[in-house]
């Protein structure tokens, strides 16, 4: 039995334990159905407020996302419009650059143009006039080499080479020699030799020459190369340090009517030439050999050291030759003297032996004079030794 005590009257009353159960149980349910109002109506409240605190915080934020966005958008817009400007000056400014490079290269064309047409009219004018010239030269040599007999064909030639150098001597080979070659000792000869020298008197340049022509109707035509042999021949007699061929012969040979042939991949320093090139040709060597005169001096000296320091090599090994000589005669002479003092030394000590055995001889001899007595002496002989007495007594 349960005891249950009425609020309102105080009064004490007995149940039993199912009715106190069901009792304890409609309290309890009311209870927690009155707890349960409570707690749900404040978790709604609570709900409610957390909602609209939410909602308002997703919406600032959304807000600011929103204002972000567009002002992102309007930067994008206004970079897009700065790129659109930037673009459309870049294109304008293309353009007219390009348009001043068509313009530029269009009048380097033009101007190319009108250089390679005068280009082209100043080399048609002047192969005009070198073609003028070399007709007109060799109609002068037809007509100069058809009124000249084969001896004087060749004589003339070197007579023309001999003017032509006279008529530039004065002025521009004041200090050099040009003359005939007339030493054939060696067999050959050629025609004229140029040589040039510095302030000094030291020779820079040396040329030799040969001038070979011939008649338009001689049957067995000669070449250059016939020559060129014998020309190398006498350059290197004539101690001369190039050479060169002044030619009429090939007179159709486009290789030779060019100007100066360089002919050294046969011969060293070799040079075919038409009469027309004989003062250029001596021009150009000289003029190309002045440059190496201070080089000529300085060989010079070093080639007078080389005598020197020769002359004085020669010297010293004359020098060590003669005392070589001397020392040789002066140690034979020093032997034979120490080989005859040898032998004089053993004279000397057989002397000295003899001389010893002398002494030694002389000594006992003195010894046994310093022993002899006359008691010795007639010791073996009464007669002698009866006389002694004699004469003691007496």
Do not use: W
């Not at 040039?196 to 190369?225: L, Q, V």
């Amino acid at each position: 039995m349960n005891e249950i005590k009425c609020p309102h009257c105080g009064k004490t009353f007995e149940i039993d334990e199912a009715s106190y159960a069901a009792i304890l149980k409609q309290v309890r349910d009311d209870e927690f159905n009155k707890e349960l109002a409570s707690r749900e109506s404040a978790f709604n409240t609570e709900k409610a407020n957390a909602v609209t605190i939410a909602l308002a915080e997703a919406e600032k934020k959304f807000s600011e996302q929103i204002n972000a966005k567009e002002r992102e958008i309007l930067e994008l817009r206004t970079k897009e419009k700065a790129n659109e400007t930037e673009k459309q000056l870049a294109l304008e400014k293309a353009m007219n650059e390009s348009k001043l490079t068509i313009e530029r290269l269009k009048n380097e064309i033009e101007q190319k143009e009108n250089e390679h047409k005068f280009t082209e009219a100043s080399l048609k004018e002047q192969h005009e006039k070198e073609l003028k010239t070399k007709d007109e030269m060799i109609e002068y040599y037809k007509d100069f080499k058809a009124r000249q007999s084969t001896k004087m064909v060749g004589e003339s030639l070197e007579q023309h080479c001999l003017d032509e150098f006279n008529k530039a001597r004065a002025g521009a080979f004041q200090s050099a020699y040009f003359g005939k070659d007339n030493d054939a000792s060696s067999g050959s000869k050629g025609d004229f030799i140029f040589r040039d020298f510095s302030s000094d008197g030291t020779e820079y340049i040396s040329i030799m020459f040969e001038m070979k022509n011939e008649a338009d109707e001689t049957k067995t035509k000669h070449k250059n190369e016939d020559f060129l042999k014998e020309l190398d021949k006498d350059r290197k007699e004539k101690n001369c340090e190039y050479a060169v061929l002044v030619s009429m012969l090939e007179a159709d040979s486009e290789y030779y009517n060019s100007g100066i042939v360089d002919v050294s991949h046969i011969y060293p320093k070799m040079y075919v030439i038409r009469p027309q090139f004989f003062i250029p040709m001596i021009t150009l060597l000289r003029n190309a050999a002045r440059n190496t005169i201070d080089y000529k001096h300085q060989l010079e000296v070093m080639r007078n050291q080389d005598i020197d320091i020769t002359n004085f090599e020669s010297n010293i090994e004359a020098f060590k030759d003669g005392f070589s000589r001397n020392y040789d005669l002066a140690k034979r002479q020093f032997e034979t003297a120490i080989a005859e003092i040898d032998k004089s030394i053993d004279h000397l000590k057989k002397i000295k032996e003899s001389l010893t055995k002398s002494e030694n001889n002389l000594r006992l001899a003195n010894d046994k004079a310093q022993d002899l007595s006359v008691k010795k002496l007639t010791k073996n002989s009464p007669t002698l030794a009866a006389k002694f007495a004699e004469l003691n007594k007496e």
